[in-house]
């Protein structure tokens, strides 16, 4: 389960759990202040002679692992100046412990310079000012201070998080200043993965300081990085006896003439992750355009409303994808057509694009319209998201992207996919991931087209439908960045053979 994240009030239940259970809470702060020692250890050996360092101590228990920090990198002889924020009177509990067992001066953290007269002074500088306990914005002190700090260049240690950052939401509550790397402890939490967090952490490295795995497992928790764990088991293999429809048959519904090149994207990214078949329904003036770019996919006229519901009638058709390059009207009918067609409980939905702004401020009616559908993924992006979800309060006002994510989940009944650099696949029963894998080439177009054609090729072959939407999601990351520079949209579902060898099959990547 290293998969799961905490949020700052579950790490906080994770800290109280192993301490009611007779792990010492000085212990937890001593291994944590060790690990954060070690990253500084190997930042300093990037330096030629590196051994100044000045750990910034807050006045809470993020400060009291720079205390740990600070202490055992003395003790092991390096130069150490500990800059402190507050009144040292003031510390209490373990932080205190921490602070009692280092026994060098305390620099007033206003005095703290990271580049006094615009030379090094210190080689490397440990960020110990606040962790999970952040409940305002910085301000004042530590933020003339973490400015210094970002203006120097010097690498930076954070502990737990950069401090400013809000653990939760992954967002910047006043300042902060960017790290080298960021230790964490027990598990990531979403803020590490959010953007801007994640970018501002650097080189995240999770320890274990000694929390049980069982104290976190009996949280329960419900957030997750989108790695394979969490989709692994449930990623569909053809059996020995497979024929083609045994492996799902995905309908991907073309625009006009002039907007038929979205449709086969999705239909060659369905076909690519394993849908068996895999047939465009093309509107009667743009069946030539799409034949004479089509081999293994299929194609149908498909007009209206009425010919959907007329292809729909095959029960053999298990996935349908639609919105790229149909236009508003023509989407919003076809979808209502999907959601009242023969076999559409059943059946798996995908809604992109044309699909998703067809209900702009409407999103009740699409929840209506979805709610005897089984399994419905819909991927917007930040733009789609946001018109769509215009009328949700709950969405709007929320304090992070996974929290909106979740709240669009929950009031649309659906999973949603809230593309971006930091993706968010959130299920209508309270579980989320974060996307860990993608590439800032993926921001190309046609791209997000692709994805909607794996989610309903894994859709069509019965994968469970938060599972699917994971690794369609964290599959169309890697095969972006296997691609890298140059990517276009068609190259992603041809790189995904090798990926899947590499994640399916490890030995043979
Ligand atoms: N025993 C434990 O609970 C453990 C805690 N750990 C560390 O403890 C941290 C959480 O400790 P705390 O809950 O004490 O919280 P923090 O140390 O993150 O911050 C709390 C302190 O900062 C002050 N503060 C918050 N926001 C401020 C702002 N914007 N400006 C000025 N002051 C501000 C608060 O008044 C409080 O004094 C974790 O991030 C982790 O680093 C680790 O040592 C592992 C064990
Ligand atoms: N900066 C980025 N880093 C990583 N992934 C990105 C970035 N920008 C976009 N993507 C991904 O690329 C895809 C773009 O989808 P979308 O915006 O719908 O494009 P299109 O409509 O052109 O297909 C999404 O999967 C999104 O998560
Ligand atoms: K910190």
Excluded at 296 to 323: F, H, N, S, V, Y
Aim: net charge negative; glycine share 12%.
């Amino acid at each position: 389960m290293m998969h799961c994240l905490l949020d700052t009030e579950e790490m906080a239940e994770a800290d109280r759990g192993a301490i009611a259970g007779g792990v010492p809470g000085i212990a937890l702060m001593e291994a944590a202040g060790a690990a954060c020692a070690d990253a500084a250890v190997d930042l300093m050996a990037q330096t030629p002679g590196g051994r100044r360092v000045l750990v910034a101590c807050g006045p809470g228990n993020n400060g009291g692992d720079g205390f740990v920090a600070a202490r055992l990198l003395a003790e092991r002889g390096y130069a150490v100046t500990l800059a402190f924020l507050g009144d040292a009177a003031r510390l209490a509990g373990d932080a205190a412990i921490a602070a009692a067992r280092w026994t060098g001066a305390l620099v007033p953290l206003e005095q703290a310079d990271p580049a006094a007269s615009g030379d090094r002074a210190y080689d490397v500088v440990v960020d110990a000012l606040f962790g999970a306990g952040l409940t305002r914005d910085v301000s004042g002190v530590p933020a003339a201070f973490l400015e210094r700090l970002a203006a120097s260049g010097l690498p930076v240690v954070a502990v737990d998080v950069p401090s400013g950052l809000d653990g939760n939401t992954g967002r910047v509550r006043g300042t902060a200043c960017p790290a080298a790397i960021t230790v964490t402890f027990a598990r990531r939490k979403p803020g590490h993965l959010l953007q801007p967090g994640r970018a501002l952490c650097g080189r995240l490295r999770l320890v274990d300081i000694g929390i049980p795995d069982a104290v976190i497992e009996s949280l329960a928790p419900n957030t997750f990085a989108n790695e394979e764990p969490l989709w692994r088991a449930a990623f569909p293999h053809p059996g020995i006896d497979a024929h083609k429809y045994s492996r799902g048959h995905a309908l991907v519904l073309s625009g006009p003439a002039d907007a038929t090149g979205a449709a086969r994207l999705v239909a060659r990214g369905a076909l690519r992750i394993g849908a068996g078949a895999v047939t465009i329904g093309s509107p009667t003036d743009a069946l030539a355009v799409n034949a004479a770019q089509l081999t293994a996919i299929m194609l149908r006229p498909c007009d209206d409303a009425d010919d959907l519901a007329g292809l729909l009638e095959d029960p053999r058709i298990t996935a349908l994808a639609l919105g790229p390059g149909l236009g508003r009207e023509r989407a919003r009918a076809l979808v209502e057509a999907a959601a009242g067609a023969a076999h559409a409980r059943t059946r798996a939905l995908v809604l992109d694009a044309d699909a998703l702004t067809a209900f702009a401020g409407e999103h009740a009616a699409l929840a209506r319209l979805l709610a005897g559908v089984e399994r419905v993924v819909a991927t917007p992006h930040a733009g789609e998201f946001a018109k769509l979800l215009s009328d949700c309060p709950e969405a709007r006002e929320a304090p992070s992207k996974l929290a909106a994510a979740r709240a669009g989940a929950a009031a649309l009944g659906i999973v949603l996919v809230d593309k971006g650099p930091d993706t968010v696949i959130a299920a209508p029963d309270g579980r989320a991931a974060i996307n860990t894998t993608g590439t800032p080439y993926l921001a190309t177009a046609g791209s997000g087209d692709v994805l909607a054609g794996f989610c309903a090729g894994l859709l069509a072959q019965s994968m469970p439908v938060f599972e699917a939407a994971c690794a369609a999601v964290n599959l169309h990351g890697r095969a972006g960045a296997r691609v890298g520079p140059g990517l276009i949209a068609e190259d992603l579902p041809e790189a995904l053979p090798g990926v899947l060898g590499e994640v399916l099959d490890p030995a043979s990547g």
